[in-house]
Every structure is written in structure tokens, then in C-alpha cells.
């Protein structure tokens, strides 16, 4: 009986794995703080306005904050024991993916329809 000897998976050193991390991360940072950026400037032109932020208006501007944060942790979570260019694809899909969204809501809904 023979046994074969499978070869050891390829994988990512981890200051590779590390580095993709925190460069891609940086970005996705930005993603959210553009978020918190864009429920701050609401909030004030609600205020300026003398009105307020819809309840849709509210699950718009947090979903664009936990958006890029979740699509982060996904690709993170995916991209674990595989190789830097399947890591660095996963992340900018996620980059993607989050800016596409975020931008069909605002089309889809417009910023008037977030006020009350």
C-alpha cells in the first residue's frame, strides 16, 4: 500500500498577511469615518433646517458605518491561510462592494428623504 504525500499548503508569512491587513484596513477605516462624517453633516443640516433624521435616514447613516467595518471582518475572515493576491483581491472586492452599496442607497433614497 502506498501513502502519498501531500505538499504542504502554501501560505501567506504572516507580516504579509499582516501588512494587506493593516494597509487594506486603513481604507476601510476611511469607508467608516466618511460614514461618521456623513451622519454628523446630516445631523447638523437637520438642525439647521429645524427638522429631523428620518428612521430610514438613521438605519442609512449607521448602515454606512457598519458596512465597510462588517465587508472588512469578511474578507479578513475569508482570505485567512490563503495566498497575498487572494487576500488583496478579497479586500478591494470588500472596498467595492461597500462603495457600491453606499452609493446606491444615497441614489436609491436621496439625501431628502433621510430628513423628515
Same mark, same amino acid.
Given at each position: 500500500m502506498s501513502a502519498e504525500v501531500e505538499a504542504p499548503a +502554501? +501560505?501567506?508569512?504572516?507580516?504579509?498577511e499582516l501588512t494587506l491587513a493593516i494597509a487594506?484596513?486603513?481604507f476601510f477605516a476611511y469607508d467608516a469615518w466618511e460614514g461618521v462624517g456623513n451622519l454628523v453633516g446630516m445631523a447638523g443640516i437637520a438642525a439647521a433646517l429645524e427638522t429631523t433624521i428620518t428612521g430610514l435616514g438613521w438605519v442609512v447613516l449607521i448602515a454606512a458605518i457598519l458596512l465597510p467595518v462588517g465587508l472588512f471582518a469578511i474578507a479578513f475572515l475569508i482570505g485567512r491561510r490563503r495566498t497575498a493576491v487572494?487576500?488583496?483581491?478579497?479586500?478591494?472586492?470588500?472596498?467595492a462592494v461597500s462603495a457600491a452599496l453606499y452609493l446606491d442607497i444615497l441614489l436609491m433614497f436621496g439625501l431628502g428623504a433621510l430628513l423628515a
Amino acid at each position: 500500500m502506498s501513502a502519498e504525500v501531500e505538499a504542504p499548503a +502554501r +501560505r501567506t508569512p504572516f507580516w504579509l498577511e499582516l501588512t494587506l491587513a493593516i494597509a487594506f484596513g486603513l481604507f476601510f477605516a476611511y469607508d467608516a469615518w466618511e460614514g461618521v462624517g456623513n451622519l454628523v453633516g446630516m445631523a447638523g443640516i437637520a438642525a439647521a433646517l429645524e427638522t429631523t433624521i428620518t428612521g430610514l435616514g438613521w438605519v442609512v447613516l449607521i448602515a454606512a458605518i457598519l458596512l465597510p467595518v462588517g465587508l472588512f471582518a469578511i474578507a479578513f475572515l475569508i482570505g485567512r491561510r490563503r495566498t497575498a493576491v487572494v487576500q488583496a483581491a478579497l479586500y478591494l472586492t470588500g472596498l467595492a462592494v461597500s462603495a457600491a452599496l453606499y452609493l446606491d442607497i444615497l441614489l436609491m433614497f436621496g439625501l431628502g428623504a433621510l430628513l423628515a
